[in-house]
């Protein structure tokens, strides 16, 4: 398996804090990592990193063997990274369809064939019943998988979910996990994600990053996690008082 | 003629119903000069024309890319500026001065882009100002070319030719009013094409969210530089079309800030992002600017018997009435913000389905 | 040399006015982040308020701020309430497109009850100046220099000492924060409108005697108090203050060594170099 992405000690800082300090790990082809991590760890300032919202303050990105530290967003989602967000972002006015479409877009230049790829996209997420509803007027958990899907149509090798399943109801979330396993499985695209739900993030991880304070923590196998001393005092210990 | 069609098959729907109305309207628009001899009634639709022109170019970036610039009459007075100096000091047909205009204001909205787009937040409305201004002093400042305050008399425009053909004098109203019409279809069509293009779909990307946008491979300086290049080109062709139409062009009329608003309000009145509300929110100004402008409202108070020609408040609103269209201006821009941002369409839209519903 | 000491100084004297203007500016965007288009409008409104006490009562235009501040703040705290406060969660772009608005109906009502003839207020110490080294300096300038330094002085101690002041700082830093802090954010607000109003109104005042007044004599001060407002860093008092000093300095002299017809044009030219290289202002640190 080969390397798709690596992040080389990574720091961002804001003024004199320092959001990230000295991040590195790297991603196999075709797995997906999990970050965990108390709220304010700066797992979503690492993700701004990788995706190039920050250029990073120190170290650097390497996707695909290229170094992607200091580009903009669009440029790394056309080499074929893309991110969701934590707090959705639907292009409100715009139907379901239009929607994923912008991100067909990013791949060809004919209306037609975006028009097709976004249909795919939705039928992947279950929601090719509703093209022409208004994004902004979905329930939370449509507009959750409506940036699943709106992701996957930019054809990208690596996604980036932050917190796709914070807000959701349990059978919501089934439903995503069930999708990024689905996504796994038709292969050729890797996933990182960002995730509360601490089984939910066992259960999908190959292996899991836990970031705390801005810095990586622990890196291992859900197993390897659940029983790191370090991780439990500093984070599950705290999450199951 | 063909994309015409097409345009409007598409935009009115595909019942057949739609696009023989849609045909009606343009034949009779075309025909229209062949009954109406009216030199005032062809005039008010030549104001029609330009204020469409400009509502639907400011519409590809205000309405589209959500990018407002209020110092479009930067571009308006490039056009209007550009042709009018080409044709007083260096004998130029205008319609070359058109082309030339729009030359001067594509590096006139690159400038501006070139600067702003790369920042967000309110940097682009005032940026946009702030070059309108520039433009205003520069051309009370720069006498030489420019003849300062006083501005530029043309008294004959060149003959029009294809080969040895004339096509026309422009001694009447009626050249202009076929000229403003192609004009207005072509931005219309433009449009129509814009929106059903990548282009459409990223702009309002772009106006519904910037940073998702960004993320889904979206240049967003490209492509805002784009939409206002797009719009600016349009603008100076209005602005252009107006000079040579009026005759006469002064910094006070052509770079006036008031022009900026007036674009906007034009799209805001008819619904911004949308093909048509240019063209409704240019129905109602042109006609109540109109109307202001010629006591036409006075008298309609006077005849409603509210007051009286002779008394005191009637003296004032026939004074004033005429002075009055900014600060109705004023108040519209006020009432839609607040009660139907969507404009017009939006209203009219809202008022459907809740009929619908009902 | 004497030239330009004599610019520099009568440059800082009208900057003191500019960073009056720039100051309530930035007071309104921070608490609310509205940029208020009509400010110069407020500031024209002032100048007639200005006008109309001294044309009908002959209250003396440095003197009458005692009526024009209070009635200003019940101006702007009256326009904030009606119409800017329904507008805040909305479009930034379409609460720009309402003080645009605002700004119209109130420089063409004020057209329709005063006409756009010029006014002036011509006082016994209008055209009266003094010597200092033999540098000449403008009495009503200098007298308008002086009381906008107590004003600034004034607003200074108020938002730093008082526990009003405080807030309104708190809300500017963060609404949010400022609001779960148990800081009425909506009274704060109109609080930020009305200071920021009577701040333009005392401007327009301070320079009814030295300026024409008309109508349409905002538009313009509204272009500078952004400037002036983007030049300080966007929000920042100190940096307002700043900033209106850099652009009296920056338009009188280019006023003397370019002419008086591209002062304006220079100033402005010098905020698209301040975007196009140090966009968080002269303050601030630049972002991109």
């Known amino acids: 398996m080969a390397t798709i992405l690596e992040i080389k000690h990574v720091s ?169 396993l689905e996504i796994k499985k038709g292969g050729g695209i890797t996933q990182m994600v960002i995730e509360h739900d601490m089984k939910a993030i066992m259960r999908i991880s190959d292996r899991i990053v836990v970031i705390n304070s801005g810095e990586k923590l622990a890196e291992g196998t859900p197993q390897e996690i659940v029983n790191n001393p370090e991780v439990v005092r500093a984070y599950l210990g705290d999450f199951h008082a | 003629m063909k994309s015409t069609l097409a345009l409007i098959r598409t935009t009115a729907g595909t019942s057949p119903v739609a696009t023989a109305l849609g045909l009606a309207v343009l034949a009779g628009l075309f025909l229209f000069p062949s009954f109406v001899k009216s030199p005032y009634t062809l005039h008010i639709m030549i104001l029609f024309f330009l204020s469409t022109i400009q509502g639907e170019a400011w519409n590809i970036i205000g309405g589209y890319t959500g990018q407002y610039s209020i110092g479009h009459v930067a571009y308006f007075g490039a056009g209007a500026y550009t042709t009018m100096i080409l044709m007083q000091y260096k004998q130029i047909p205008p319609w070359y001065g058109m082309l030339a205009g729009i030359g001067v204001a594509l590096v006139v909205s690159l400038i501006i882009g070139s600067i702003c787009f790369r920042l967000q937040g309110p940097y682009f409305v005032l940026a946009s100002i702030a070059v309108a201004e520039i433009m205003r002093l520069s051309a009370i400042n720069l006498k030489d070319i420019t003849n300062g305050a006083e501005g530029i008399l043309i008294t004959e425009i060149p003959v029009f ?46 106006r519904e969210d910037q940073d998702a946008a960004h993320s889904l491979g979206i240049s967003l300086p490209l492509y805002k530089n784009i939409a206002l290049a797009l719009s600016a080109v349009f603008t100076s062709l209005s602005g252009s079309f ?45 006609p109540l600017s109109e109307a202001l402008r010629s006591d036409l409202i006075a008298g309609m108070i006077f005849k409603t018997g509210l007051t009286s020609e002779g008394s005191a408040i009637g003296t004032f ?23 139907m941002p969507d404009g017009v369409l939006g209203w009219v839209k809202k008022l459907t389905v809740q009929k619908g519903r009902g | 040399m004497m030239v330009l000491l004599q610019s520099l100084i009568s440059g800082i004297l009208i900057g003191g006015v500019y960073a009056l203007i720039g100051i309530g500016m930035t007071i309104i965007f921070g608490v609310m982040r509205v940029i208020n288009f009509a400010h110069g409008d407020i500031l024209m409104v002032g100048m007639y308020l200005t006008y109309t006490l001294f044309s009908s009562l002959g209250i003396d235009p440095f003197v009458s701020i005692v009526i024009t501040i209070p009635l200003m703040f019940l101006f702007g705290a009256f326009l904030q309430k009606v119409f800017i406060n329904r507008m805040l ?160 300095v920056a338009e009188s002299v280019s006023a003397v060594y370019i002419s008086s017809g591209w002062k304006d044009v220079v100033v402005f030219v010098l905020f698209l170099l301040v975007l196009l290289f140090k966009p968080a202002g002269l303050m601030g640190k630049s972002r991109m």
């Open chain 1, 12 to 180: 961002k800082f804001f003024g004199g804090l320092a959001a990230n300090s000295d991040v590195s790990f790297s991603l196999e082809e075709g797995m997906i990592m999990g970050m965990i991590g108390p709220n304010g760890a700066g797992k979503t300032t690492l993700f701004n990193c990788i995706t190039g919202y920050y250029p990073p303050s120190r170290g650097e990105v390497i996707f695909k063997a290229q170094k992607i530290s200091g580009l903009e967003p669009d440029r790394i989602c056309r080499l074929g990274m893309v991110r969701t967000w934590q707090k959705v972002r639907p292009l409100a006015k715009l139907s379901v369809i239009d929607n994923v479409m912008v991100g067909a877009l990013c791949r060809t230049n004919s209306l037609k064939t975006a028009r097709e790829l976004a249909m795919e996209q939705l039928k992947v997420v279950r929601m090719e019943n509703k093209p022409d509803f208004p994004a902004g007027g979905l329930p939370i958990g449509e507009q959750k998988k409506l940036e699943v899907a709106r992701a996957l149509a930019t054809q990208p090798q690596l996604l980036l979910l932050d917190e796709v399943m914070g807000g959701l109801n349990p059978a919501e979330s089934d439903e995503i996990i069930q999708l990024i």
């Open chain 2, 161 to 206: 030719k294809i080969g040895n053909t004339v096509v026309t004098d422009f001694l009447s109203k009626v050249p202009f009013y076929y000229v403003g019409l192609v004009i207005t279809l072509v931005t219309i069509l433009v449009t129509w094409m814009v929106q059903n293009s990548k282009l459409g779909y990223y702009f309002q990307a772009i």
């Open chain 2, 242 to 286: 107006y000079a040579i139409y009026i005759g006469y062009i002064d910094p006070s009329t052509v770079l006036n800030l008031d022009i900026s608003v007036q674009i906007v309000l034009v799209c805001i009145i008819g619904g911004i992002g949308t093909i048509w509300g240019p063209v409704i929110g240019a129905m109602v100004l042109v």
């Open chain 2, 317 to 339: 609103l026939k004074e004033n009435l005429a002075h009055a269209h900014a600060l109705i201006y004023g108040i519209l821009v006020v009432v839609v913000i607040l009660f």
């Open chain 3, 89 to 248: 969660g909305a479009h930034p772009q379409n609460q720009i497109l309402l003080t645009i608005g605002l700004g119209l109906i109130m420089s063409n009502t004020m057209m329709l009850i005063f006409t756009s003839d010029y006014k002036i207020i011509s006082t016994s110490y209008s055209s009266e100046s003094f010597n200092v080294a033999g540098i000449s300096i403008s009495s009503p300038l200098a007298i308008s220099f002086l009381i906008t330094a107590a004003i600034t002085l004034l607003l200074y101690w108020f938002l730093l000492k008082t526990n009003t002041g405080q807030a309104i700082r708190a809300t500017a830093q963060d609404r949010e924060a400022a609001q779960l802090m148990g800081i009425n954010v909506r009274w704060m607000s109109i609080l930020a409108f009305g200071i920021g109003s009577a701040l333009a109104g005392t401007a327009g005042a301070l320079i009814s005697p030295t300026y024409y007044i008309f109508p349409q004599i905002g538009g313009i001060f509204t272009l500078k108090a952004f400037i002036i407002t983007v030049l300080g860093g966007m929000g920042s008092i100190i940096g307002a203050t700043l900033g209106g000093i850099i652009i009296g």
